[in-house]
């Protein structure tokens, strides 16, 4: 069982927002700060899309978006495109010199 | 931001150690730890630990302390990742990354290589 906690699957519809939840077992990451999220099509190597809760790597859309209240962080993305369709990983620094990813969870374009 | 290229796919039958190599180019290696992430067939990423290419210190996930050993060679640039006793659990796409723009996290990545452990 992860350290921290996502939904299996999201769906949602073109031009639609959805959020994917991350929830951080407290006793496994003493420091939730750096939080950031990778999204995966099959086949390929993960995509670091969000870093240290809410910002954005250059050539990053603005239409990713990261935010976390308490011991939970979400990724929100809007006006939903079809290349969206993939895999999301979160991932947090536990604070012991080493990080944690969650379950993941897939995203589906309806 | 440089690049991993890691070593072809492998097969090995259970007890058989396998190491998986991350060739770098196009940065200073020794500037940048690397990181190394696996990922079952149907899951997600599991994190197993880090290796600083300048000192030679690592820090292991718990569950692989005991079993999985990250070293580098500096004078070629690449780091390595060798599972000892490997189950068919172990069967999965290993990766190398790398935190190119400090980060917190990993945002450059090796393409991959599948390790298969079956009798």
């Known amino acids: 069982q992860s350290a921290l906690s996502q939904p299996a699957s999201v769906s949602g519809s073109p031009g639609q927002s959805i959020t994917i939840s991350c929830t951080a077992a407290t006793s496994d990451v003493d420091d939730y700060t750096f939080v950031s999220w990778h999204q995966q099509r099959p086949g390929e190597a993960p995509k670091l899309i969000i870093y240290d809760v809410f910002k954005r790597p250059q050539g990053v859309s603005n239409r990713f978006s990261g935010s976390k209240s308490a011991n939970t962080a979400s990724l929100t993305i809007s006006g939903l495109q079809p290349e969206d369709e993939a895999e999301y990983h979160c991932s947090s620094y536990t604070g012991r010199n080493t990080w944690v990813f969650g379950g993941g969870t897939i995203l589906t374009v309806l | 931001q440089g690049q991993l290229v890691q070593s072809g796919a492998e097969v090995k039958k259970p007890g058989a150690s396998v190491r998986v190599s991350c060739k770098t180019s196009g940065y200073t290696f020794t500037d940048y730890y690397i990181y190394w992430v696996r990922q079952a067939p149907g899951q997600g990423l599991e994190w197993m630990g880090w290796i600083n290419p300048r000192s030679g210190a690592t820090k292991y996930a718990q569950k692989f302390q005991g079993w999985v050993t990250m070293t580098s060679d500096a004078s070629i640039n690449t780091a390595y990742m060798e599972l000892m006793r490997p189950t068919s659990d172990d069967t999965a796409i290993y990766y190398c990354?790398?935190?190119?723009?400090?980060?917190?996290?990993?945002?450059?990545w090796g393409q991959g290589t599948m390790v298969t452990v079956s009798s």
């Open positions: 990354a790398r935190d190119a723009c400090r980060c917190h996290s990993f945002n450059v």
